[in-house]
């Protein structure tokens, strides 16, 4: 039984993200299971409304809620205040171990860490700093590129255990940071098998609502733009089109404003009947991932995303579904290219497209092709490697 009582976990993210109710709670489920039968979570969560609460989401699990400010300057200074309070909330509470998810808030962690002389863990340990520069959003000279990777070389220097998203973590920490990793574990991005998984393909009620009869449904689940690919998505559903003509359609699960996917179906030729555009809870994504045929993730292929792991493809894997992906995107490409279940994309260009397409509609005539991705999934995404990493730190 583990000798931790209670356990600080900081997170940059809302409650409410899809990041902490389908990612980081699931994760914080198995800790707590772990834990004495009075040891309890504290779980820092970022809000723009309702901030300044603290919350007892169930027995064992406290949210304490800050309010957000954008990395920079003005976070800064809101984390300065909030330091000092999680400092006396460590006193009071005595939390025993600080755990925190991804480098941003394992920055908070560190100077915590520091400044109490607790233990520090780091999960989802990936690449942010480098990783928002590729994307445009931050330029190399500016101060929140140099805090964070400033703050990620100290953090990893100094944390007690690492958890990465991929095994190739090890090797950046070495090459960009110059830190050897020792106590260093991989967990990449685990799925509930049992909520997604094949009995939720097809739903007769939802293929009827959405007129998807006898359709082949491209699903996608996400946002455009930022670390994400647009224009290039766009593009590949007129490859799509252009090939099934009308038997396509393009299921976009996503809240991106609706007059900018307009803009891009009329600008590559989609009609807007071969779209269906939705918002859904977390609690029904499944069944809306199971109307499809094949799914895209469409994450830029920059350099630092060698060392993430997208969430959605073991969704996609777990409920069957081939997946068109651009080459180096975490060790995710090279499973789909090694096991023939989707088709990984050499370049972005339409030519390429087109083959990408044609390999699909070869793939889909696999009557088995379901049963093997799921397989994939239940290796590769199974939350019994969450728990035999866990078990190992917290035990």
Not at 84 to 96: A, Q, V
Request: glycine fraction near 4%.
């Amino acid at each position: 039984m583990s000798t931790t009582r209670n356990i600080l976990v900081i997170t940059y993210w809302s409650f409410s993200d899809a990041l902490i109710q389908t990612y980081t709670l699931p994760y914080l489920k198995i800790i707590s299971k772990l834990l004495p039968a009075n040891g309890k979570i504290y779980l820092v969560t970022l809000e723009k409304e309702n901030h300044g609460k603290q919350l007892e989401i169930e027995p064992g699990l406290i949210n304490i809620r800050y309010k957000y400010s954008a990395f920079g300057l003005s976070a800064s200074l809101s984390w300065m205040k909030n330091i000092f309070l999680l400092k006396k909330i460590i006193r009071k509470n005595s939390i025993d171990t600080i755990h925190t998810f991804c480098t941003p808030a394992g920055m908070i962690g560190y100077i915590l860490s520091i400044l109490t002389s607790k233990p520090l863990i780091l999960d989802s340990y990936e690449p942010h700093a480098e990783a928002m520069v590729e994307n445009g959003e931050w330029q190399k000279d500016s101060i929140s590129f140099k805090l964070l990777f400033g703050f990620e070389k100290k953090q990893s220097a100094h944390a007690k255990k690492i958890i990465g998203t991929t095994k190739q973590m090890k090797e950046y920490a070495l090459k960009k940071y110059g830190i050897t990793l020792n106590d260093f574990f991989v967990k990449p991005a685990c799925v509930d098998l049992e909520k997604f998984n094949l009995s939720f393909k097809k739903d007769p009620s939802l293929v009827s609502e959405l007129n998807l009869q006898n359709k082949i449904v491209c699903v996608y689940a996400g946002k455009f733009g930022g670390i994400y690919l647009k224009e290039e998505v766009f593009e590949f559903y007129k490859a799509c089109y252009q090939f099934w003509k009308d038997d396509f359609v393009a299921l976009l699960l996503t809240n991106h404003p609706l007059e900018e996917i307009n803009a891009l179906l009329l600008q590559y030729g989609l009609p807007k009947k071969n779209c269906r555009i939705l918002f859904v809870p977390h609690a029904q994504v499944n069944k809306y991932i199971g109307l499809g045929d094949f799914a895209i993730t469409p994450v830029k292929p920059v350099p630092t995303k060698k060392y993430c792991t997208p969430i959605k493809d073991g969704e996609y894997w777990a409920m069957g579904l081939p997946v068109v992906i651009p080459a180096n995107i975490s060790t995710d490409s090279e499973i789909i290219e090694k096991n023939n279940i989707g088709y990984v994309l050499k370049e972005l260009t339409y030519p390429e497209y087109e083959i990408a397409v044609k390999k699909i509609d070869a793939l889909l005539k696999d009557k088995m092709l379901s049963e093997k991705i799921r397989k994939i999934a239940e290796e590769e995404r199974n939350f019994s490697i969450a728990k035999a990493v866990y078990t190992i730190i917290y035990s």
